[in-house]
């Protein structure tokens, strides 16, 4: 079955490290996102992608950064960590974009101590 | 950019009671409205969703109706059940992108 998976599913970091966090897809959509969910802010999306080669910046996206080198790919930097990181995030992915049921991961914990 | 405010952001009811979580959007553009569901631990899985051209929709147990003029979608749970209990998001898809409600915590009580 197709699915999309995150890893890793808990992390505990330092201020100033940088951190990926992977996303991967087998529905083999073209659209892939990056929310962030805080108490109190529901879900909010950092970055996103219609394509290979092509990112975008949502409404949270200072300090983190995308890239997308495959259809099944899109992983999230944190360039340099910073406690108002510590969120949990989840990647998602569409077949349309837009008008179109986005599935969604399982989710990282990450920690920014 | 769009604006979706939701309410209530709790909501404890009795088993087998109603359960209604209202909706309102700013863009008058957005012409899609998805309703997750979000268990603990697992990421949001859509459970309806309605377009603009289309008053209200059901499956099952659950409905959602839109009013356009006035820029508002509720979602509506029949017949409550303890696994109903999850938070749900509304959102709204004036182009490309969704904006999602800060979320409503359903507790069913049995």
């Known amino acids: 079955d197709a699915e999309i998976t995150q890893s890793p599913r808990h992390k505990i970091t330092e201020t100033g490290r940088q951190v990926t966090l992977a996303c991967h897809q087998t529905?083999?959509?073209?659209?892939m996102f990056w929310y962030r969910q805080d108490l109190g802010h529901g879900l909010r999306l950092i970055h996103y992608s219609y394509g290979v080669q092509d990112t975008n910046k949502g409404e949270v996206s200072d300090g983190y950064s995308v890239s997308r080198s495959n259809t099944e790919d899109l992983p999230l930097t944190l360039e340099s960590a910073a406690s108002s990181q510590t969120s949990v995030y989840f990647c998602?992915?569409?077949?349309?974009?837009?008008?179109?049921?986005?599935?969604f991961g399982p989710g990282t914990r990450l920690t920014v101590l | 950019g769009e604006n979706v405010e939701q309410h209530p952001s709790t909501l404890s009811v009795q088993e087998g009671d109603s359960a209604v979580i209202k909706c309102t959007y700013s863009d008058s553009a957005s012409n899609y409205f998805p309703w997750y569901k979000q268990e603990l631990g697992k990421g949001p899985q859509l459970i309806i969703d309605i377009r603009s051209n289309v008053g209200e929709k059901k499956d099952q147990r659950i409905a959602v109706t839109l009013n356009k003029t006035a820029k508002h979608f509720s979602l509506h749970i029949t017949e409550t059940q303890p696994e109903d209990s999850a938070v749900y998001f509304c959102?709204?898809?004036?182009?490309?992108?969704?904006?999602f409600g800060k979320g409503t915590l359903l507790t069913v009580n049995p």
């Open positions: 959102a709204a898809v004036p182009g490309y992108k969704l904006t």
């Open positions: 529905w083999n959509h073209n659209n």
């Open positions: 998602a992915s569409s077949r349309l974009a837009g008008v179109d049921e986005q599935f």
